[in-house]
């Protein structure tokens, strides 16, 4: 078993109650409703939250819950099928143990225990949480402190900053399902699957895309998918005869893409994106964080390559896009994209042939009517 180092005060507290005899020691399934495990848990001293998966974050919701909500004060342990990754995220909700099933790994959780820097709470160890950290950042340009702040940060603390601390409640991940996309989504889900994730279905994607994103939102047990299609009297004044994408493709993504996601994007302050600078194109000068007419885009992926990507997928079992394996680097709606002749520029199969590079979902509305 490993410990956490959570709250050692309490843990001593517990160990010596448990010594003395006192106190049950349960097991909770973590897809519990937590009204139930607050009812199994009363008068426990230790609760174990078992996870069936690594993939399924209800355990890390389960454990907030008993901890905020419920109250419980003694030891919590997770137990199952755990990741080194998790760590954070373990300590970070209330847990105070870990014991993995697969507990030949205790090199990697250590490793992961000592990037922890910051608590997410008060406790008892005195150590400054992140909230008072966030006071402390540099006063002037708010997107300058974020960047600060999240400079040295990997992905996953990123967005764990963005979901749960930031902007709690008020973030959705936006996801085209395309070549890429598993990658942020599978970090989401390990966080919080509720997450709002907001997809564009402009109804001209390919089928296989739209078979993925049934499936690959299945697999990581995201719960929260919001699609969003055309005004369809839009679709019928300007794009009758379904060829708007071929006479003007700038007014077909205003159509399909753009207008649906502004009509959408009051709901929330801020979007994930899983953009890249080695996409190229605007993309190299891509910030951590942005502000695009007035709400912000957090880009946890920005400084992450192919090869980074890869490995991500390989090390996850993540399954690929099925068109990836026919040349489909960076994948968009069927008339507008292509296989990739040149690997090193995985966005060349879009627009083939026309000066676009981008639909305009992460430019200003201004910009966007001057084009
Ligand atoms: S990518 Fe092509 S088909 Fe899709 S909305 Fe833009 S122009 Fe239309």
Redesign the pocket.
Known sequence: MLQLERNPQSRKRVEAQMEAGGGAVVEIPGETDWREAAERARGAVQVDIRFASFKDGRGFSLAALLRERAGFAGKLRAVGDLIPDQAMHLKRVGFDDVAPDNDNLDDDWARARARFTHAYQPAQDKRTPVFRHRQAAPAGDDLAALNARYRGLDAMEILDDAIRNEWTGRIAMLSSFGAEAAVGLHMIAQIAPDTPVVFLD?G?LFAQTEQYQRALSEQLGLTNIRVLAPDSAEAAAEDGDDRL?QRN?DA??AL??VRPLARAIGDYDALITGRKRFHGGERLALPVVERIDGRIRVNPLAAWDAERVNAYFKRFDLPRHPLSDMGYASI??W??TAPVEDDGDVRSGRWRGRDKTE?GIHAPAERIAAE
């Open positions: 402009t001209r994408w493709p077909c993504c399909r893409k968009g709606c008339p507008c639909c």
